[in-house]
């Protein structure tokens, strides 16, 4: 395979940078093997992920729901994370301001030793009761009912991820959002950057003055207005990107 060559002005730009902030997509665990929303080899069962991805979607079939996000977990249990992750959780390491927002929810940067993490759809290993609110940890591979039940209430309970149409933590969207305004370098690698509000943090970065770097073999609506667009894998790019 061909490699992208990386001009030394956006190797300048990624090396000197003194405040990063990263969002990640989808595609940057695709490389780890876990299935991805859009594009080929979304589908489950005939289902498209945009459809059961929604309160709608839980309320009428919890159970269809349930069996998806089993499924999936199934698939991430089995995943590591990839030379993507693990340059980026590097980079942590040696930048004094870094703050990594992900919209992934298999928990694959923080296994790959990203600390300064901020999930801004949730996590797929949680669980959040519907009646009493409570939220757990529960990592097991399969899970025993579809739905399962609150250990405190009985209620069931829902994958505490954010689906369409609902809100984002406020907290979690205040940490993203500040650490967007503030960056010198704005990095965003693997997501179509079609949903919001995760995309416009790319443009709040812009207009508070960072450098917008975005990393994907596919143009997106970010590429536009991204200084520098560079057309390949994450897992192949961002190694060479920070190293
Ligand atoms: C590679 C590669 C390689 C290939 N290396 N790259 C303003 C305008 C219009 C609509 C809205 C708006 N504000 C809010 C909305 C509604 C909605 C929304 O954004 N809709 C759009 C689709 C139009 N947003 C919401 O509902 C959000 N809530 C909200 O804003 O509340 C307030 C509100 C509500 C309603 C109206 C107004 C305000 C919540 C969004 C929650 C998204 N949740 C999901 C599911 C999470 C749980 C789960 O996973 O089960 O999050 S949906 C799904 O999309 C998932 C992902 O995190 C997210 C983003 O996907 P991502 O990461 O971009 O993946 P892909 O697959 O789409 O893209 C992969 C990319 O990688 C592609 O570009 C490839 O080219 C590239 N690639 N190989 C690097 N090797
Ligand atoms: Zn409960």
């Given at each position: 395979?061909?490699?992208t060559v ?6 300048d730009a990624?090396?000197?940078?003194q405040?990063?902030?990263v969002?990640t997509?989808?595609?940057v665990?695709?490389?780890?093997g876990i299935?991805?929303?859009r594009g080929a080899?979304g589908l ?11 309160p709608?979607?839980f309320?009428q ?9 089993d499924?999936?977990?199934s ?5 590591n994370p ?10 942590e390491?040696?930048i004094p301001?870094f703050t ?8 694959l940067?923080?296994?790959a030793g990203s600390?300064?993490l901020?999930?801004l759809h949730?996590?797929i290993w949680?669980?959040?009761?519907e009646?009493?609110?409570?939220i757990?940890e529960?990592?097991?591979v399969?899970l025993?009912e579809?739905?399962p ?9 829902r994958?505490?991820v ?10 979690v969207l ?18 179509s950057g ?7 943090l790319c443009?709040?970065?812009?207009q508070?003055?960072?450098?917008v770097?975005?990393?994907?073999p596919?143009?997106?609506?970010l590429?536009a207005?991204a200084?520098?667009s560079?057309?390949?894998?994450s897992?192949d790019i961002?190694p060479r990107?920070?190293?």
């Amino acid at each position: 395979m061909t490699e992208t060559v990386l001009p030394a002005e956006i190797l300048d730009a990624a090396r000197g940078a003194q405040s990063v902030a990263v969002l990640t997509g989808a595609r940057v665990s695709a490389e780890s093997g876990i299935p991805t929303f859009r594009g080929a080899g979304g589908l489950w069962k005939d289902h498209r992920p945009e459809e059961l991805a929604t309160p709608e979607a839980f309320a009428q079939d919890p159970r269809l729901v349930w069996e998806w996000y089993d499924w999936r977990r199934s698939i991430i249990a089995a995943a590591n994370p990839n030379p993507g992750h693990r340059a980026l959780a590097e980079w942590e390491r040696s930048i004094p301001g870094f703050t990594l927002i992900t919209q992934n929810i298999d928990g694959l940067h923080r296994l790959a030793g990203s600390r300064c993490l901020v999930e801004l759809h949730g996590n797929i290993w949680r669980t959040r009761c519907e009646v009493c609110g409570g939220i757990d940890e529960d990592r097991r591979v399969p899970l025993p009912e579809h739905p399962p039940h609150c250990s405190t209430c009985r209620g069931p309970l829902r994958p505490d991820v954010v689906w369409f149409g609902e809100s984002l933590d406020p907290d979690v969207l205040t940490t993203a959002t500040e650490a967007s305004n503030r960056c010198d370098l704005f990095l965003v690698a693997g997501t179509s950057g079609v949903v919001e509000p995760a995309a416009s943090l790319c443009r709040l970065a812009l207009q508070s003055g960072a450098t917008v770097i975005e990393v994907n073999p596919e143009r997106t609506p970010l590429s536009a207005i991204a200084h520098h667009s560079l057309a390949g894998r994450s897992g192949d790019i961002l190694p060479r990107l920070i190293g």
